[in-house]
């Protein structure tokens, strides 16, 4: 009857001990899903993300193409400016000068003429280095000396 009871007791630590290690197994089981649920939201929000920026992209890239679009356009009118029959040469505005001033103030039409003719001869030279450079800075000098001779003009 001693060998069966510690026989028994011997069982009841083995059942302990395999109860303790099962326990054990299920909290490391359960921290694992934990884990593996935190990562899973991670990939989640990374794939999100990954979307989300591939939109960006797609909208930027578009809109370079749009800005690209525009340039080369830009760039053809001023090939077409540039290239026209219409070339500029020192003589081109003083036809159009005179009916554009007021008759009236000889000095005020001469100062005017002389700032007519700086405007024009920037102009032309803006131009002609556009034309050289073919440049963003080399066009936007160009206009900004176009819109300059306008306001002169226009006045």
């Not at 960006?56 to 356009?73: A, H, M, P, T, Y």
């Amino acid at each position: 009857m001693v060998s069966i009871q510690t026989k028994f007791e011997q069982l009841q630590d083995e059942v302990a001990e395999k109860d303790s290690l099962i326990k054990s197994t299920q909290l490391q089981l359960s921290d694992t899903k934990v884990k593996l649920a935190d990562k899973q939201a991670a990939v989640e929000k990374l794939q999100w993300e990954a979307m989300t920026s591939n939109k960006k992209v797609e909208r930027l890239q578009e809109n370079l193409d749009k800005v690209q679009g525009e340039i080369s356009s830009f760039m053809l009118a001023i090939q077409g400016l540039t290239n026209n029959d219409y070339a500029i040469c020192n003589g081109d505005y003083y036809d159009e000068v005179p009916y554009l001033l007021d008759q009236s103030h000889q000095s005020d039409n001469e100062m005017d003429v002389e700032k007519v003719e700086a405007a024009r001869e920037a102009y032309v030279s803006a131009v002609a280095a556009a034309k050289a450079n073919q440049d963003e800075c080399s066009i936007s000098a160009a206009a900004a000396a176009r819109f300059q001779l306008q306001s002169f003009l226009i006045k």
